[in-house]
């Protein structure tokens, strides 16, 4: 037998330190490790849960990030903003008269009854207050025709058009696109005679609630401001005619968080199911070994109290470190019960393995420190190349992710360290206390003789090695790779807040309802002038109307009337003052003439006018000469396909290059899904790239425990097989690439590490044991070493994750169906691919693999 490498050498003498410790002072690192979980899992309940819901899944060098700090500078900080869609409750329109009365109810009604510190709505609204007002001015004007007609006084309303998408009221324009959606006119000579209006059907009110945060209110008062106005809806207009449905950020950040809590309270379910099937499989395999004493059900409860143990140690930890209690972080119980118990079986097949082993070949001065150390040099290596893939695995995608999903990947990488440390110890702890007993009882056990099953693994393992089947299995296994490859081939970026939200959140239909009915006709681009200039400079004034023609000469542009842009009106001020002035020469000092335009006082001036005093809210004056120095203005757009966000991110792209060319302005865009837009172009090469890189540790650690080529071969081969399944196959079962599918792809590479590992490190260790056995026995023995743990591992997984299903979660139902795909295609490759594979092709090379030296013999040591 070769020398053993410096990592075999480390790890056995690491192994054997740790075992000599925990042999000796096992009460006393129970109550350590029980105080430090104690310690730092008080901090939990102490934190407050905190979500980045609006840029956590955005990647930090996205543009959007950027155009955002732009947006929030402009606005001085976070405005108020709420969206309130209403709809009929009988489903019909909303274009009748006492529909829209109780629309114009409730605006009244929350605007002026809703108040935190004493001010309501339409107390801070400033420039904002009549944002709502053509659904206000299109009320009116049904309520004045409905009662004028037939009247003698009709024609005096001739001036009042309720014509969608412009109404006109007395000489006035109004924009009705902002705020009727779902809108079906009346065909060209359709239209009744006594239609007042030529909307035909209108599904969908919509008011925008928005404001300027006042300086006396905290983040606390806006919060509350926001969920009195939902509440008082829910109050005081339930069951009435319309259905108002409402969208905040702090609403979607209460549903997200929601959404990330709800899959919590199923742990209790998830980790009582699992203490009941490992002490059912502990307690059978003790049975057949003939080695069932109490002890094994304490070893098989404590497998899984151990994990999460080491979670709880884990995110306290984190917590008093100072990290974010993003809701995230409550599945990770979840992923390391899955994880961490499947060290537990091991180190308990392991026990039952030396012990059976020294009943059938008795050792001189056998001690409980000899057994072991035995044990933890030989299933650490196992557990140790395991738990390191993982954390590599989720290593990785902390590096390059998101922060949400960053927060996820670094507690789930210092958590499945910390399992590894809890179950080299803690839990090796209560294996030397049990122990004790089961050695002072073992003389009254008859030795164990083999059973049928060394038989059936025999027969198993001989009918792998015929070269039928090994062909059998090579056209299955083609199928399999082709399936998988032509799911990865379709694979499909797609990004919507509403993954974040639990099927049956409120937020859903107002999902729903945006991108079928308000996407589709109306949405809009704020394009922000951060270097207004000298407007008095016609030059200055025509590269800036340059630049907003560009953006209304896109086909999907609803065209130039329903472009917000202050200029426009303010120059039909400028020309309307001028007429004026020959009528009225009393204010001829205070109109100002063409000389005067975008002065500081005409721009006062403009600004006190009823129907422009809103554009306030459009531009930034300079404190010091009272001009303009920057100003937004919106441009509306329409398209059925503009709901999705591959369209978007084509329209987004096709605005950024427009205001590219307009650096002299400093213009910069705000579009409000650009930062979940803005992931769809990353999500494809970061996936392959964190693979690859994944791919990469994953053989690396494997080549340090294994150093042998046609091991790492049939290892590293195995591992991109199952990960060209999950990745197909989950893509087929209709997930799309996200941030959260992403994650579990990856993921997916560390955890079928485990299956590959185990089966192919004890057929080298069988194999080098016994290097004359035939192939076929020898993957015989490795199958009966660690068939059943990986059998316990399978099952006990499935039923963690099947917990998470009524959940009902976008992100539950990614977990539980990679989780599943691994299981079943690691499961596969562990227990007939890769057997197949070694007994077929593998023996000769094997045979020099490089393993760690057998252990030296104990010095006696008093139990």
Known sequence: MMKETLVARATASIFRFNAAVVSEYPVSVIVVFTLITLICSIKIPLTQVEDDFNFGYTPE??????????YKEFSSGNPLMMFVLMTAADGGSMARLGHLNETIEILEDIGANVKVKNQSFFDICTSFCNINEPVVQFRNGMLLRSLSQGAANESVFDDLSLRYPIMTTFGHELDLTPNFHGVVTYEEGEQPMDAITNIKYLKLVTFIIRASRPVSWTEEDADAWDEAIRNRLNEQHSGSLIVPHTYSFPLLQSEITKTSTVAFPYITGGFISVILFSVVTVAVAAWYLDQYSVWKLVYAIVACITPLMATGTCLGLLFWCGLRFGSILLISPFLLLAVGVDDAYIMINAWERVCAQRRKNPVPNDTLRDRITEVLVDAGPSITVTSLTNMLAFGVSALTSTPEIRLFCIANVLSMFLDLVFTVTLYLAVLVIGAKYEMQSENLRDKHKPGKLSSLLNGYCKYLSNGLTSACILLVMCAYWGAGIYGIMNVTPGVHPSKLLMSDSPLQEVMRLRDQYVSQSFIFVTVIVGDAGNLTDPERRKRIYSMVEQFEALPECNGASFTKFWMRDYEKFISHSDGDVETDQETDENVPNELEAYSSASMADFLQWPEYKFWGAFMNLDNRTDRVSKFFFLVAYHGTELYKYKEKLRMLKEWRAIVDDYEDLSASLFEDDAQFTDQIETLIPQTLQNSMYSFVCVVLVCTLFMQNVATVFAASISIISIFIGVAGFITLWGV???????????????????????????????????????KHSVMAKALSII?????????????????????????????????????????????????????????????????????????????
Request: glycine residues 2%.
């Open 787 to 863: 068939a059943f743990p990986l059998l316990q591992c399978c099952v006990s997984n499935i039923i963690i994750v099947v917990w998470l299903l009524p959940a009902r979660t976008y992100v539950t139902q990614v977990i539980v169906k990679t989780a599943t795909l691994v299981v079943l295609f690691g499961s596969a490759h562990a227990l007939l691919v890769i057997p197949a594979f070694l007994c077929a092709f593998s023996r000769y090379h094997l045979r020099q693999t490089v393993l760690p030296a057998p252990i030296p013999p104990m010095p006696p040591t008093k139990l």
């Open 736 to 774: 799309e690439l996200d941030p959260i599918s992403m994650t579990t792809i990856i993921l997916s590479i560390g955890m079928s590490v485990d299956y590959p590992a185990h089966i192919a490190y004890h057929y080298y260790h069988t194999l080098v044991q016994e290097p004359s056995s035939s």
């Open 61 to 70: 060098d996205a543009r959007a990030l950027i155009e955002f700090k732009k």
